[in-house]
T-cell receptor, first 115, second 109 residues
């Protein structure tokens, strides 16, 4: 089973809303990632969790707040977003961070639209 | 910083044609993954190559890792519309995957 699930599939929110994106994997992976992808661009790394601890924050604005409740779950809490935050948000996991061969397994993404 | 280039950036071909896309780096890859991403979906891992000169086949797809581990190619035989997508070969490091621009492939029926 190499499946990473993400909910919701689509999300439309206003700039004053608070919402959360959820990601789950049951592969026993100890590293989980959030990426942001704009149309026709490659994914850009936002956060890395390793063994449930935040390992990398790529200078992401504080209106994005990640959380890793346990080794299988990863959340991304959204608050006071801007229209330019509209994008496809991808979750990924890997056996361990910093361990070759660096294979990451991606979820299907959440298409976020901020109005 | 590892510079990663994929070529061509865009490719549109007819069903049944063969094609090759390339991934080149300024540095040596320790390992390399190929992904395919369909519109509105996440990238799907196709293959990992780790040994210089390695060739791996996945049905009509043939992946080759350069002897010096600085480049890789993906050859598709008899392309089908289902092969349409964005092909990515990120550079892996202990910190992150760094994605190049990818190759957007369109196979026309």
């Amino acid at each position: 089973d190499t499946e990473v699930t993400q909910t919701p599939k689509h999300l439309v929110m206003g700039m004053t809303n608070k919402k959360s994106l959820k990601c789950e994997q049951h592969m026993g992976h100890r590293a989980m990632y959030w990426y942001k992808q704009k149309a026709k661009k490659p994914p850009e790394l936002m956060f890395v969790y390793s063994y449930e601890k935040l390992s990398i924050n790529e200078s992401v604005p504080s209106r994005f707040s990640p959380e890793c409740p346990n080794s299988s779950l990863l959340n991304l809490h959204l608050h006071a977003l801007q229209p330019e935050d509209s994008a496809l948000y991808l979750c990924a996991s890997s056996q361990e961070h910093s361990r070759e061969p660096y294979e990451q397994y991606f979820g299907p993404g959440t298409r976020l639209t901020v109005t | 910083t590892q510079l990663l280039e994929q070529s061509p950036q865009f490719l549109s071909i007819q069903e049944g044609e063969n094609l090759t896309v390339y991934c080149n780096s300024s540095s040596v890859f320790s390992s390399l993954q190929w992904y395919r991403q369909e519109p509105g979906e996440g990238p799907v891992l196709l293959v990992t190559v780790v040994t210089g000169g390695e060739v791996k086949k996945l049905k009509r797809l043939t992946f080759q890792f350069g002897d010096a581990r600085k480049d890789s190619s993906l050859h598709i035989t008899a392309a089908q519309p289902g092969d349409t997508g964005l092909y990515l070969c990120p550079a892996g490091s202990a910190r992150q995957l760094t994605f190049g621009s990818g190759t957007q492939l369109t196979v026309l029926p």
